[in-house]
């Protein structure tokens, strides 16, 4: 058996030995089994600007801001450059490599002793010079497709970076939107807290009175007082907290040393926005965490792919020319040549490293199956998750409200009731307890449920343009 013949069927023996990459099982169901009460009939496409949805101009104006000057947006930005450029600068190794070099020497020689000699082509002193260029050139050439699995790499790390600046950009526009949410709740109960005291101080005038006129004890209004002075600490405090988070916002948004002014929180929320009835297939193009471990597996397995073509043998052609001059005393010469050289190369003794990095490779790959596997398995998790809580918060906003309504009225009966000396201090006081704790309930449940829309339009991947699915079209 001639030796080509014996390494060839010891490489072709050696690559059948290896596992092949597996298809990721990515099967989702149909539809989640989370209610859509809410959603409407608006398109995906609304995903891809879904603050547009909270009509808040403010919101927009901090979002579309920070996409452009916001240290993580920028940030990211950077690193996804970084990425396109380490990806082409693979393929460049398979493009004819040389360098021009070209070099010239001049020298001056004096006889000190002896006999001179000055012949053409020989002097023993006197001026000459030297100077030479030359192009040498090395080339692999691929004839076993080694080329297009670095491309395969390399375009699955280009899309995993593609992939992780866009979620790093949908994760900003997510965490500005859930910061000013979380300032405009801060605001309403900062209101809530002043609108708490007010009332106490009409209380505790009413307490005066009635002890003024002998109709109650001076007691009464100092318990009032006692919770009067609660209801302007926890205002005190509500205030310092509503400053932080302003200039948290700030710092998401690149503007980090602006005053707090500048971003308005008003004491308010809006309805809460439709989201779009969706189908867990689209988390697949949407999701960007999805995406980056699709491409994942797809760089692998272009490695895995050369791991296995480096049993082949490597074909390098050598061409070159170059250039001479020669000056002497008497004698001058100018050359030019050509020269083309080729070689092969084929692994022996290295076959057992090789084949361990090879095993080594497809395990990796193995792991990139697995680990898209476990992402789309999560996203899914995530997006039924939003949904079915978006959907509890939307009733319990609901039921929140009639009940705020039915409060208010309870305690303005109860305050006039006092008043004309009918209830006593503590069933006003009561009435009043029962309706701030609604107010407040009624408050957080209103900013959790537009905090908790943020969560469902990331978890659908709204925040960028869906892009369509590669991890069927391409060959593991």
């Known amino acids: 058996m001639r030796p080509a013949t014996f390494v060839a069927g010891l490489a072709c023996l050696t690559l059948a030995a290896c596992a092949s990459t597996r298809k990721a099982d990515i099967a989702l169901p149909t539809a989640f089994e989370a209610p859509q009460a809410g959603s409407s009939a608006l398109d995906a496409a609304a995903l891809d600007q879904w603050w547009v949805q909270f009509n808040d101009p403010v919101l927009t104006t901090l979002i579309e801001d920070a996409m452009a000057r916001a240290p993580d947006a920028r940030t990211a ?22 360098n021009a070099s070209a070099t010239t020497r001049e020298t001056n020689t004096t006889q000190t002793a002896g006999t001179a000699v000055n012949i053409p082509g020989f002097s023993s002193e006197g001026e000459s010079t030297a100077s030479s260029a030359t192009f040498n050139v090395s080339w692999e ?55 708490t ?24 209004a100092d318990r009032v007082a006692g919770d009067l002075a609660q209801a302007e600490g926890a205002a005190a405090s509500l205030e310092a907290e509503l400053k932080a988070t302003r200039r948290t916002l700030l710092v998401l948004v690149g503007r980090g040393v602006d005053p707090l002014a500048s971003i308005p929180t008003p004491a308010s929320v809006g309805q809460i ?11 697949l193009a949407r999701r960007p965490d999805v995406r980056q471990a699709e491409a994942a597996v797809r760089s692998a397995a272009g490695r895995l792919t050369y791991a296995k073509l480096a049993f082949f043998p490597t074909f390098t052609l ?16 100018s050359t030019r040549n050509w020269s083309i050289g080729a070689g092969v190369t084929q692994p022996i003794l290295s076959i057992p490293r090789l084949l361990q990095e090879l095993k080594a490779q497809d395990a990796r790959t193995e792991q990139a199956v697995i680990a898209y596997e476990k992402a789309v398995q999560t996203a899914y998790g995530e997006a039924d998750s939003a949904l079915t809580r978006l959907d509890a918060d939307r009733r319990r906003v609901g039921l929140l409200a009639d009940g ?25 006081l009561g009435a009043e307890q029962s309706w701030h704790s609604t107010r407040s309930a009624l408050t957080s449940a209103q900013v959790q449920a537009l905090r908790r ?9 709204g925040g960028w343009p869906a892009t369509p699915v590669l991890a069927q079209q391409e060959a593991r």
């Open 77 to 98: 930005a950077a690193r996804l450059r970084e990425a396109r450029a380490t990806a082409s600068s693979g393929l460049l190794g398979f493009l004819p490599q040389g």
């Open 141 to 195: 050439v691929d004839l076993f497709g080694r080329i297009f699995a670095v491309a395969k790499a390399a375009r699955g790390d280009t899309n995993q970076a593609q992939a992780s600046y866009e979620g790093a950009r949908a994760s900003l526009a997510a965490n500005i939107a859930d910061t000013y949410f979380l300032a405009r709740g801060q605001a309403i109960q900062l209101e809530d807290a002043r609108e």
């Open 197 to 220: 005291a007010r009332i106490q101080r009409g209380l505790q005038q009413v307490a005066n009175v009635r002890a003024e006129r002998g109709l109650g004890s001076s007691s009464e």
């Open 273 to 283: 926005p439709p989201v779009p009835a969706a189908v867990p297939g689209q988390l």
């Open 318 to 333: 050598t061409p070159g020319i170059g250039l001479s001059r020669s000056e002497q005393p008497g004698f001058e010469s």
């Open 404 to 428: 705020e309504v039915r409060a208010a009225r309870a305690y303005e009966a109860s305050r006039v009731r006092y008043a004309a000396g009918i209830d006593d201090l503590t069933a006003a």
């Open 453 to 461: 829309a943020v969560q469902t339009y990331k978890a659908l991947g």
